[in-house]
């Protein structure tokens, strides 16, 4: 037994021994090594349960022998784990070394799109005069787009903007003057609202034409509205947007939603009025769409003409952004170029 237990020993300090060295199986080896010689199904475990046949005088010294060698495998075993965890914590440390000197990555700001800055000042004038913004869709059915405002089948402003058609009767908007219909169907006056969002028409793009593009809507209904509230709401808008000299002229024109219509030109905030490149030498520059809610729109939303009245009005995002920063290519607006779109 005593031979058993020295070889067993041996055996164990060697194998231990060449456990040292530090690879990715390491931690596997050393569980092995564990079971093999610390385990309960271990060699030493079964050469202890021989104790029961030796001779009385043997027994207590073949058991101090077998504790001492169980104690030194489990101390080898211990330094054994602990150099390897080391180990593995210094090639650990070695593998994610940062390098602290070298120079950070710069990440450049972003900053809003101008069509999106431009829209933003626009909402934020609006909902200083009390108006609220909603949304409406940009996959429309005919009535919302054409019919509802007074543009049946077969009238002839319907050629003037040139339509995506999904079916017969479903269309990629041409204008947000829909989400008139959508408002007033759904709510009683007093309203108060803008529509700001996409628009698309089937246009050639050139440099002042784009299949999409962003309109404002604006709508209200209430009692008692007035040609002078649309003036004054218009010219409050220009005076906030352009510079607080802005001046506004209406022109007559005619839209089927809209009785009496008017283009609204404001003053020319490049020269003030006195004519420039910008004006193309007129000293005002048209900015919108406009008109008294037409009664019969009124009417088909449920809405009495007799007791209530509206102004409308209906602009070009695009249209406002080039004049502001003087960009005379709409297409510059869609490529997103940083060189370009960093100057603003
Ligand atoms: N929807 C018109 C267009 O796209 C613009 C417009 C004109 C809107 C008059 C209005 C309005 O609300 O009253 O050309």
Redesign the pocket.
Known sequence: MKEKLHALYAKAMEEVASLNTSDEQISKSLEDFKVKYLGKKSELVSIMKEMGSLSKEERPIMGQLANDVRSKIEKAYGEAKEKVSKLELAAKLQAETIDVTLPGKCIAPGKAHPISAVQSEIEDIFIGLGFEIVDGPEVEYDYYNFTALNIPPEHPARDTQDTFYINSNVLLRT?T?SVQIHVMENKKPPIRVISPGRVYRSDAIDATHSPMFH?V?GLVVDKGITMGDLKGTLELFSQNMFGENTKIRFRPHH?P??EP?AEVDVSCFACGGKGCRLCKGEGWIEIL???MVHPDVLKRCGIDPEEYSGF???MGIERIVMKKYNIDDMRLLYENDIRFLSQF
């Open positions: 204008q003057s309109q809507e839209f939603f809209t219509s769409g406009a008109g409308a009005f209906g």
